[in-house]
């Protein structure tokens, strides 16, 4: 089972919606698209369902072009954030409503319909109408649905985003492990990085209609491909910082310096593009090797655990993720660290040069 975009694209009067995309999903896998709002996400899931047709391109399933075929006449299920219910039926009949369609026999539909739902949390709810329902629940009837349909392509687009956190974070563990057991190809969509990562699988990153990057989630998490790549896998999105190659230095902003070594010492000297993930910017230091920058304390925003750490580094936005409850200077010049061994560099074009060493190590 699989299936394939080749060259699919898509524009709307002129206008760009996804730039030309080669993509193959294979059965019994979990494929994400990450990326913000407006990145093309919907837009990619559609044309892979039927809903839309390319305007350039075609789309294979099993090997047949089905470009242009209609989604009634293929294998699909989809789920979206908004929940979409039957309203007059209960959620039992919601839920059986498209194994009776399929004509599945009395018992088994009874048996998936209670397997489901006991799965997903339902089962006090079977005899009552979705709008009796909170807005987490009618979700978990939505995607209850789809899951007992037994599809070939399951789309989620952001199918988590309207439950509690409890239950989210429930089903990020259950997801992936159910869909590999169906053998079904599903594809699902989140703007949040931590996500993709917990569901594993492939990640398809996304920016202003591209795929910048597919393969497995955690080796793009790892190894970006470029500067873009790793600005959509990170939340805060990655930092960034101009830096300069000399001899066997590596020289920073703040007239800060490194020794390179490893792949670094065969980089050509010049200028480059270091990034680092904000989880990697410390208030304090914890190494002997890092970095000591200042840059101006903007905004703090405490999580529970952790703090957001917003500053101004001589016009470059920084944002540092760090653990605990601190009470910092706003508006003040405040030291930071960053470890050298967490610093991605990348050329003239944001194309990934050298990942950090500590990726390398994983």
């Given at each position: 089972m699989a299936l394939e975009l080749k060259g699919v694209?898509?524009?709307?009067?002129?206008?760009?919606?996804?730039?030309?995309?080669?993509l193959t999903l294979e059965g019994g896998t979990m494929n994400v698209l990450l990326g913000p709002t407006l990145a093309g996400k919907t837009s990619l899931m559609r044309l892979m369902a039927g809903l839309d047709v390319p305007s350039e391109g075609r789309v294979f399933w099993n090997g047949t072009d089905v470009t242009g075929v209609r989604v009634q006449d293929r294998g699909v299920a989809m789920v979206y954030q908004q929940f979409i219910n039957y309203p007059t039926m209960s959620v039992y009949e919601n839920i059986a409503s498209p194994m009776r369609l399929m004509g599945v026999n009395r018992v088994d539909l009874d048996r998936r319909v209670r397997e489901t739902a006991e799965m997903l949390k339902l089962t006090p709810m079977l005899d009552r109408k979705p709008l009796e329902l909170s807005g987490g629940q009618?979700?978990?009837?939505?995607?209850a649905r789809a899951l007992v349909k037994d599809a070939g392509l399951v789309l989620l687009d952001e199918p988590l985003a309207n439950l509690d956190y409890k239950l989210r974070e429930e089903l990020r563990v259950e997801i992936p492990r159910i869909f590999e057991a169906s053998g079904a190809i599903f594809v699902y969509a989140t703007t949040e990085p931590e996500e993709a990562l917990l569901l594993g699988g492939n990640t398809a990153t996304l920016w202003e209609g591209r795929v910048t990057q597919f393969g497995p989630t955690a080796q793009v998490y790892r190894r970006p491909v470029d500067a873009t790549t790793a600005r959509v896998f990170s939340d805060p999105?990655?930092?960034?910082?101009?830096?300069?190659?000399?001899g066997a230095r590596l020289m920073f902003g703040d007239g800060q310096s490194a020794p390179v070594s490893g792949r670094l010492a065969d980089l050509p000297d010049g200028r480059y593009t270091a990034g680092f993930r904000p989880n990697h910017l410390e208030i304090r230091q914890h190494s002997a090797e890092a970095l000591r920058f200042t840059a101006r304390l903007s905004v703090t925003e405490l999580t529970g655990s952790e703090t957001f750490v917003h500053l101004d580094h001589h016009g470059e936005p920084w944002v540092g993720v760090v653990h605990g409850v601190h009470d910092l200077p706003l508006g003040e010049e405040i030291p930071v660290w960053l470890d050298p061994r967490h610093v991605y560099i990348f050329g003239a074009g944001g194309e990934l040069i050298v990942p950090a060493a500590y990726a390398l190590a994983a």
């Open positions: 694209a898509k524009s709307v009067e002129g206008q760009t919606h996804i730039h030309p995309t080669d009618q979700q978990r009837c939505a995607l999105p990655m930092n960034f910082l101009q830096v300069s190659k000399t």
